[in-house]
């Protein structure tokens, strides 16, 4: 079964970074768009930034300026880099990928990652 593994979340201070990683547990297909979302205690989980397969990207506006999505060549790694951090961008965040195919003939399905904790804080 084909997991999203996340990495790179952690504390960090006010005006600080961070780079978030996810990628797929095993040898994939296809993803088409992949993103990240985000949820804080009492709130709505919400979209941070995505990318779709031809590499147009899209953020929220709250991050617009401070984050950038990417994805790697092959297109199944994605990587949000988060600068000048906020205590409001404290939150889980989820990493998504939109119509992952396993293989060339299964249908394309969404996957979650379980989430990785970032804290801002000083």
């Known amino acids: 079964q084909v997991q999203l593994v996340e990495s790179g979340g952690g504390l960090v201070q006010p005006g600080g970074s961070l780079r978030l990683s996810c990628a797929p547990s095993?040898?994939?297909?296809?993803?088409?768009?992949m993103g990240w979302y985000r949820q804080a205690p009492g709130k709505q989980r919400e979209l941070v930034a995505e990318?779709?397969?031809?590499?147009?990207?899209n953020y929220a506006d709250s991050v617009k300026g401070r984050f950038t999505i990417s994805r790697d060549n092959a297109g199944n790694t994605v990587y949000l880099q988060m600068n000048s951090l906020k205590p409001e961008d404290t939150a889980v965040y989820y990493c998504?990928?939109?119509?992952?195919?396993?293989?060339?003939?299964?249908?394309?399905?969404?996957?979650w990652g379980q989430g990785t904790q970032v804290t801002v804080s000083s």
């Open positions: 990318i779709g397969s031809g590499g147009s990207t």
């Open positions: 095993g040898t994939i297909f296809s993803i088409n768009a």
């Open positions: 998504h990928a939109d119509r992952l195919r396993i293989t060339n003939w299964a249908r394309g399905h969404d996957y």
